[in-house]
């Protein structure tokens, strides 16, 4: 059975990707622990760590907050009826990736986990492959010519 979406599985989510990162730096943690203590101090951490969550949140309750005016699913295996142009999408086609992105480096400043900022680029790997990317073809096929000039006035990330 075809679906129109660009994800036919429910686990192709920022959310399991994220998560994975998180459950395997939590390991690499209890096996061999870093600390950006060594680097930074406790204090500017935090100071750090803080707005990035905030922002990141932020961003993302924004970004949902677009979809639902323009009754747009944030969902795997629903539908997309049109472009969402306005709001955040007007400075990023990917700004609940984005948000989530920013929250994830913030939590791993919070918590000093060093692993997460180093596991990090492998989490925007594969969302760049298992879901910026399946977006993008899926997008181009449904609206060639609104999505084509869309890309070209507005950034994949920021």
């Given at each position: 059975m075809h679906v129109d979406a660009a994800h036919q599985s429910n686990l192709?989510?920022?959310h399991i990707i994220?998560?994975?990162i998180l459950l395997l730096g939590i390991g690499l943690h209890f096996y061999w622990p870093m600390s950006a203590q060594y680097y930074i101090?406790?204090?500017n951490l935090k100071?750090?760590?803080?707005?990035l969550?905030?922002?990141?949140?932020?961003?993302?309750?924004?970004?949902?907050?677009?979809?639902?005016?323009?009754?747009?699913?944030?969902?795997?295996?629903a539908a997309t009826s049109k472009?969402?142009?306005?709001?955040?999408?007007?400075?990023?086609?990917?700004?609940?990736?984005?948000g989530i992105t920013i929250a994830f480096l913030g939590l791993a400043l919070a918590t000093d986990k060093l692993w997460w900022l180093i596991l990090t680029p492998i989490a925007l790997i594969l969302t760049h492959y298992a879901l910026i990317m399946p977006e993008e073809v899926y997008l181009e096929k449904k609206f060639p010519n609104e999505y084509l000039a869309y890309?070209?006035?507005?950034?994949?990330w920021i």
């Open positions: 192709k989510t920022a994220f998560g994975f101090d406790f204090i100071v750090t760590a803080l707005p969550i905030a922002l990141g949140t932020i961003i993302i309750l924004l970004s949902k907050r677009d979809l639902e005016i323009h009754n747009q699913p944030s969902e795997p295996k472009i969402v142009k306005t709001g955040m999408f007007r400075f990023s086609r990917n700004p609940l990736y984005l890309k070209q006035k507005v950034r994949r």
